[in-house]
């Protein structure tokens, strides 16, 4: 008598897996269904697919409020993840032959600097490549690694900092720091502005790591206390602030007007001390083997950056697009 009984092999598909790490990313159904442009009950179907053939809960459901991962499907989200980025990549390597270059890349930016470069870059970068849907996300460095890690992300456009392991970066640019002043400061027409000088000054700070401890560094290194007015992760808000005469302050992403949204006028200038340049870097998980679409945005980003001259000495031409001013912290 043969035995009809199946020899474990899994019974669900990379498209189901496709609909559970969507469900997870947009914590809804709902959601998920609609960014994937199928019915709510398909993707529903699917994740209750995975969970019998793994005989685990993957999610818990909150009525009216979405889902949320069990620790189980926090496990298998990043494999579900690498699964389909490999199946992606096979499907890339067979049509390595062929000149249409397609696929989908999950890219994130450090958020002080994704408004400046990044729309420049998609709109160049699709122009030479239009069957690549890039997909962008903002955030901090710590947001960023743990994307990388997750498998979320597959590149990540970030300045130097100290790297976790196993993370691998390419120099894509290096950008001079500058003193941010208003444009009636008293040296305001000078040259260069020494930090010594602006020792007593307010000191209105972009406080998103790692620029925070950049920023920071540069007093201490010098042997100088700074007096730190008001904090803000958004780079907007910093200008917004030092144009209306509240403090100075210190940035390397420079953009290409020099006013703030309310109208105001700052001025950049040198830094006199000698100071570390921003370092900007692509990084990617180092065990993870580049897909060729991989390949093809980090060698586009390089020769962009080397293209556009952007050097220590020349920031960038990028406009940044308007945002919303939030999240200030005034420090007492």
């Given at each position: 008598?043969?035995?009809?009984?199946?020899?474990?092999?899994?019974?669900?598909?990379?498209?189901?897996?496709?609909?559970?790490?969507?469900?997870?990313?947009?914590?809804?159904?709902?959601?998920?269904?609609?960014?994937?442009?199928?019915?709510?009950?398909?993707?529903?179907?699917?994740?209750?697919?995975?969970?019998?053939?793994?005989?685990?809960?993957?999610?818990?459901?909150?009525?009216?409020?979405?889902?949320?991962?069990?620790?189980?499907?926090?496990?298998?989200?990043?494999?579900?993840?690498?699964?389909?980025?490999?199946?992606?990549?096979?499907?890339?390597?067979?049509?390595?032959?062929?000149?249409?270059?397609?696929?989908?890349?999950?890219?994130?930016?450090?958020?002080?600097?994704?408004?400046?470069?990044?729309?420049?870059?998609?709109?160049?970068?699709?122009?030479?490549?239009?069957?690549?849907?890039?997909?962008?996300?903002?955030?901090n460095q710590e947001e960023m690694f743990d994307g990388l890690a997750s498998g979320k992300f597959e590149l990540?456009?970030?300045?130097?900092?100290?790297?976790?392991?196993?993370?691998?970066?390419?120099?894509?640019?290096?950008?001079?720091?500058?003193?941010?002043?208003?444009?009636?400061?008293?040296?305001?027409?000078?040259?260069?502005?020494?930090?010594?000088?602006?020792?007593?000054?307010?000191?209105?700070?972009?406080?998103?790591?790692?620029?925070?401890?950049?920023?920071?560094?540069?007093?201490?290194?010098?042997?100088?206390?700074?007096?730190?007015?008001?904090?803000?992760?958004?780079?907007?808000?910093?200008?917004?602030?030092?144009?209306?005469?509240?403090?100075?302050?210190?940035?390397?992403?420079?953009?290409?007007?020099?006013?703030?949204?309310?109208?105001?006028?700052?001025?950049?200038?040198?830094?006199?001390?000698?100071?570390?340049?921003?370092?900007?870097?692509?990084?990617?998980?180092?065990?993870?083997?580049?897909?060729?679409?991989?390949?093809?945005?980090?060698?586009?980003?390089?020769?962009?950056f080397a293209k556009h001259r952007l050097n220590s000495k020349k920031h960038t031409q990028a406009r940044i697009?308007?945002?919303?001013?939030?999240?200030?912290?005034?420090?007492?």
């Amino acid at each position: 008598m043969r035995c009809q009984r199946g020899f474990g092999v899994l019974r669900f598909s990379l498209r189901q897996l496709e609909y559970f790490v969507a469900t997870a990313e947009h914590s809804s159904v709902a959601n998920a269904a609609r960014l994937l442009n199928v019915s709510q009950p398909s993707v529903s179907k699917a994740i209750t697919k995975i969970e019998e053939q793994l005989s685990v809960q993957l999610f818990i459901r909150h009525h009216a409020r979405g889902v949320s991962l069990t620790p189980a499907g926090e496990r298998l989200l990043i494999d579900a993840r690498g699964l389909l980025s490999y199946a992606n990549s096979l499907q890339q390597n067979v049509q390595e032959s062929s000149s249409v270059v397609g696929g989908t890349l999950n890219v994130a930016c450090f958020v002080a600097i994704a408004p400046v470069f990044m729309p420049a870059i998609l709109a160049d970068f699709s122009q030479i490549y239009p069957g690549i849907d890039v997909r962008v996300y903002e955030g901090n460095q710590e947001e960023m690694f743990d994307g990388l890690a997750s498998g979320k992300f597959e590149l990540a456009i970030m300045y130097d900092s100290v790297l976790p392991a196993g993370i691998a970066t390419t120099k894509l640019a290096a950008f001079e720091p500058y003193v941010l002043l208003p444009a009636s400061h008293p040296r305001a027409e000078q040259k260069c502005v020494s930090l010594a000088s602006l020792a007593d000054e307010h000191f209105i700070l972009l406080d998103v790591p790692p620029s925070r401890d950049y920023f920071l560094n540069m007093f201490r290194q010098n042997g100088l206390d700074v007096r730190v007015a008001f904090s803000s992760p958004s780079l907007e808000m910093v200008r917004g602030l030092v144009g209306r005469n509240w403090g100075y302050s210190l940035l390397v992403t420079r953009p290409y007007y020099d006013q703030t949204y309310d109208g105001q006028l700052v001025i950049g200038l040198p830094i006199c001390e000698d100071v570390e340049d921003g370092i900007l870097e692509i990084a990617q998980l180092e065990q993870v083997h580049p897909t060729r679409v991989m390949s093809v945005f980090s060698d586009f980003c390089q020769d962009w950056f080397a293209k556009h001259r952007l050097n220590s000495k020349k920031h960038t031409q990028a406009r940044i697009p308007e945002t919303a001013l939030s999240g200030f912290v005034k420090n007492t």
